[in-house]
C-alpha cells in the first residue's frame, strides 16, 4: 500500500506588487491558467505603480502584445506609446562620437550569418564599404522619421518582429492591470508587511496592511527594490553588481515634446554617467543615470541642467531614484519566484528590465506545475535566469569599456571595472576571429554586439576564413543589394507620427 499523500497542488498563487512585473506576471499567468482550477491574486499598495518614469522595451514586448492578442495601437495610445527602433549613442566613445544600435538583422543574413564577417572581409580587402550601421533599415527609418509599419502590407521589420515602444511605465502597469483584472485576477489592496512560513520554510500566508492575511500555495515577489519575500522573507542573498556597473542612482524629468517625434531613444555620455531621452508622444522624458561613488545628487542636478541648457529647470523640483544593481542569488526558492525589480536590475541603458520580467514568466510558465512539485524546475530555472542576467550585464558593461574616455574620475573608472571572465573571453574571441559565441544568447544577438563593437570602433584583427573564402564581387553584390532593398522599403515605410498609435492618444487628448 503507498501511504504517501498526494501533494495538495496550486489552488491560488499571490503576487505580492503590482508594477509593471507584477501585473504582466497576473495578466501571463492567467491568460494560461484556468481560473476554476487557480486563482490569481495581485496584492497592491496605494500609490503610484512603479517608478514612473518614460521607459522603452526592447522588440520582445511585441511578442508579448500577441500572446495578449491586443492591439498594439490601443497599448499605445494607453500608455502614451511610441514606437523605438534603435538607440543613439552620443559622446560615448569620445567627445563628438556618434553611433547606433538599432534592432533587427543588419541588412541580410548570408548562409544564415550575420552580415558582420562577410563586412569586415570585404574591409579587410580594402574595398570600399559603408560603416555597418548603415546597411540597417532600421537606421534609416530612424533617420528618415519612420515607424516600422508600411502604408500598406506588411514591412520587413514588422514581419521580423524587430521594433520595440517608449511608453509611460506608469500608463503600462496601468494597461497590463486592465488585461489581468478581464482575464479574472482578483486584487487585493495593501502591503505586504510580513510572512508567515512553514517547517519546511514554504511561505503560507502574508500579513497585509489593515490587518488583512492572504494564504496562497504559491507566492510571485514583485515589490520591486524591496525584495519583501525574496530577500527579506527568505533571506536569499542579493549580489551586488556595483563593482562592474558604478551608476547606481538616477534623476528624471519630463518636459513637453516637440511635433516630431524620433523613433528612437539617445544615450548621451555625461560627466559621471549617461543621459536618456525618451520620446512620448507629446513629452520626452529625461535622465541622468549616474554614480554616487563619483558625484553628489547636487552636482548630479547641476551637470543634467547643464546637459540641457535650453531648459529653465531652476525652479523644477528634481526626482532622485536609488537603483539596487544586482542580482538575488536565486530566482525561484521554496515556493516562492521573484520577477522584475525584486529579482535584479541593471542600469537601463539597453532598456532590459521589462524584457526580463517577461522572459522570467515565460520560462516559469513552461516549468511550473498545478500539481506543486518542482525540484529540478527550480534548479533549471535558477541557473538559466542567473546567466541571461549576467549575459544582459555583460552587454551593458561592454558599452563602458569599449569607451576611450578618461576626462573624469568616473569615465576612468567605468572603463577599467573588472570584467566577468565570460565577457573577457568572448571579447578575445571577436578580437581574434570577428565571432562571437551566441548559441545561447537571449536577450541580444550578435548583430547588436557587431553593433556597438563596429560603432565603437573595435573591430577584429581578421574576417572570418569562411567570409574571406567568398569572392569580392559576391560579397559586393550583396552589400548593394541590401542598399536597394533598404531605399525600395524605406519609401514604403510610414512615417512614424502617422502610426495609428499615435493617432489614436491624439484624437483622445
Ligand atoms: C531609472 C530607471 C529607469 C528605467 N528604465 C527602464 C526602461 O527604459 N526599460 C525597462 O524595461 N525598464 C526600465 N527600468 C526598470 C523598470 O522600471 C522595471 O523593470 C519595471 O518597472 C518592473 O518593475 P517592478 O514591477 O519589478 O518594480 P516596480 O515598478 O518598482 O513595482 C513594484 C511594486 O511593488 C509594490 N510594493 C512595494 N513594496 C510592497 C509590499 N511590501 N507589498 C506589496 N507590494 C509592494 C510597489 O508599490 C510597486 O507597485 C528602469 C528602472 C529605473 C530605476
Redesign the pocket.
Known sequence: MNNQTEPRGVRHIAI???????WMTAAMLARTIPRDVCQITV???P?P???G?G???IPSLVSLLKRFQADEAEMMRACEGTYKLAIRFLDWIDAGSDHWHPFGVCGAKIDGRDLFPWWMAQRQRGEAVLPYHEYSLHYHACIHGRGPHFAQGASPIAETQSYAFHFN?EALAGWLRQVALTAGVREVHG??ESAVRNESGDVEMVHVTQGQTVTADFFID?????S?LMNETLQDPFQSWNQNLLCDR?V?WKIPGGARIPPFTVSKALQAGWMWQIPLIEHTGL?Y?YSSQFITEETAWDQFQQAVPELDLSKATPRF?K?RVGRQSSFWKHNVLAV???AG?LE?LE?????L?QVGIELFLQLFSLRGEFSASRDYYNSAMAKLYDDVRDFVQMHYWLSQRDDTPFWKAARNAALSSALTQRLQLYDETGMFDVLQREAFPDTSYYHILAGSRRLPKRAPLFAMAATTDMVQHVLDSITVQNHHALAQLAPHESARGIQAWRRSA
Open positions: 505580492a506588487g503590482g508594477g509593471t512585473s507584477g496584492i497592491e499598495p500609490g505603480r512603479g517608478i518614469v521607459e522603452a522595451s511605465a502591503a505586504v514583485c515589490s520591486g527594490f524591496r519583501i538616477a528624471a535622465g543615470v531614484l537603483m522584475g525589480l525584486s536590475f537601463p532598456s532590459t528590465g521589462i524584457h520580467s
